[in-house]
């Protein structure tokens, strides 16, 4: 029979160790606790299953489910939501997780709230399951749930979890969804001139040439860029493609990333709008943690890494740091010279009244609505930007081709 290695806690709080033979893991942990024990880990030792245990979340890796993509936002959101339904509404902890494998959530597989409701059912707190599966759970929501459960709270939590991912996913898709229009506008401008230059250009050309007559200007320099494009195509997609690769590594590197994020955060109107999802997006995650007990520290460290951008990162990194010294967030935020001083204001106001974690909820609130702002302003000045370079591009063009259509027809009625 498959022998278990195990640590558990007896009954008056003393530690224990030892191996406990049983059919699998679950039988092992149902055997501890007829025996008055309470597991803490176990772990298949000789004639057991096969595995390997994970250094960072101590799950083994023949219990993992098998990789997928990781949830989206909303996906996530909606995961949290159940769960959180089916708490309130009384369910056991073990019975809820059994009922969200049956129900199913798209972005999560069913195999994850059964894996959860195994481990909780070995001993291990739902946060501790959580942990060990971080291609699904974030650090930061690992930590809110440790959070809830400490203070009695984990339904509340969970569906601050759940409203805290709808909104960061109600953000994402004002975002995306004000890039479609210039891009599908971009991608259409784009197609038609490379119709026109590989399609309707030589056939002109062959009209062009069988004419003895001097061609403006405009269409013979049209004309050398189509044969060059003609000639060289393969040189100017490698180019192209040796030119991103090498943009790409360079991105990829410390004063590369950093560059490249400072840009951002100065670009005319498009730094607008990446500097307010940027502090809403601190602003929410930090305030949400804070609320929901995280220790200071810990918030600012995971937050430090929810935030994308380098410069911002670098800027809670020191905050962190001097908070350490007894400081408060307000002022090493100040020093970053990074955060707005709108945000700090508020954020020193809500020390001063002890409500930091409203202060930044209300810091969240001002910037998605400035957000929203900022995106019609950016989709109002992108699209007739966009559509005055393809007119400009495409009159050009006609330009080429009617100017030496005139010139022929003025030749021939000579």
Known sequence: MPEFTYKARKASGELDAGVVEASDRAAAAAKLRAEGLFPLALTAARGGVPETVSRETGASVSERPRRRRKPRLQELATFTQQLANLLRAGMPLTMALQSMSQIGSRG????????????????????????RQPWIFSELYVNMVRAGEQSGALTE???????????????????????????????????IVIFFMTGMLPRFMTIFEGMNVPLPATTRLLIQISHFVGRFWWLLLGAAAVGGVLLRRWASTEQGRRSVDALKLQIPVLGRVFRLSLFSQFART?????????????????TEKVVSNTLVREAIARTREEVTDGKTIAQPLAKSGVFPQLMIDL?????????????LRNVAETYE????????VMTN???????????????????SVLSAMFAITSNIAR
């Open 286 to 302: 930090l305030g949400t943690l804070l609320q929901n007990g995280v220790p200071v520290l810990t918030a600012l460290r995971i």
């Open 108 to 131: 999560v597989p069913p195999e994850v709230s059964r894996r959860l409701r195994q481990d909780v059912m070995e001993g291990r707190s739902l946060s501790e399951a959580m942990a």
């Open 381 to 399: 000045l992108i699209e007739p930007a966009i559509i005055i370079v393809l007119a400009v591009v495409v009159g050009f063009l006609l330009l």
């Open 369 to 376: 609505n400035e957000l929203t702002v900022a995106l019609r």
């Open 157 to 191: 939590v969970l569906q601050r979890l759940a409203d805290h991912y709808t909104r960061f996913a109600e953000v994402r898709h004002r975002v995306l969804s004000a890039m479609i229009y210039p891009a599908v506008v971009s991608a259409v401008g784009i197609g």
């Open 347 to 359: 954020i020193r106001i809500g020390e001063e009244t002890g409500d930091v974690p409203g202060a």
